[in-house]
Nanobody, 124 residues
Framework: QLQLVESGGGLVQPGGSLRLSCAAS????????IVWFRQAPGKEREGVSC????????YYAGSVKGRFTISRDNAKNTVSLQMNSLKPEDTAVYYCAVRETPQCTFYAYGMDYWGKGTLVTVSS
């Protein structure tokens, strides 16, 4: 059974850091694009960061560039999102998604598999 499971969310103060992980089971992340999305209350889901498994290319939304870093651990079949200098506006449910084509996009309808999400709350 193909499955994506996110972990690492929680409550953090502004300026703090969190590291999210997306673990894949039932398949290996060898020829895919893996994308982190987020959805804040009352807002549309937006793409945050993407990594292409074939060549390691990475992409970031302008709102997180320089603060977030996406990476992949081949041995663990996971993709991580290191989030630094967090702001209250980063508060959202974060989802990882996989596209069965090794090309990045932040178009949510282009994804083939989704995790259930992990909540990140940035508040003092």
């Amino acid at each position: 059974q193909l499955q994506l499971v996110e972990s690492g969310g929680g409550l953090v103060q502004p300026g703090g850091s969190l590291r999210l992980s997306c673990a894949a089971s039932g398949f290996t992340l060898d020829y895919y694009a893996i994308v982190w999305f987020r959805q804040a209350p009352g807002k549309e889901r937006e793409g945050v960061s993407c990594i292409v498994s074939t060549d390691g290319s990475t992409y970031y939304a302008g709102s997180v560039k320089g603060r977030f870093t996406i990476s992949r651990d081949n041995a663990k079949n996971t993709v991580s999102l290191q989030m630094n200098s967090l702001k209250p506006e980063d508060t959202a449910v974060y989802y990882c998604a996989v596209r069965e084509t090794p090309q990045c996009t932040f178009y949510a309808y282009g994804m083939d598999y989704w995790g259930k999400g992990t909540l990140v709350t940035v508040s003092s």
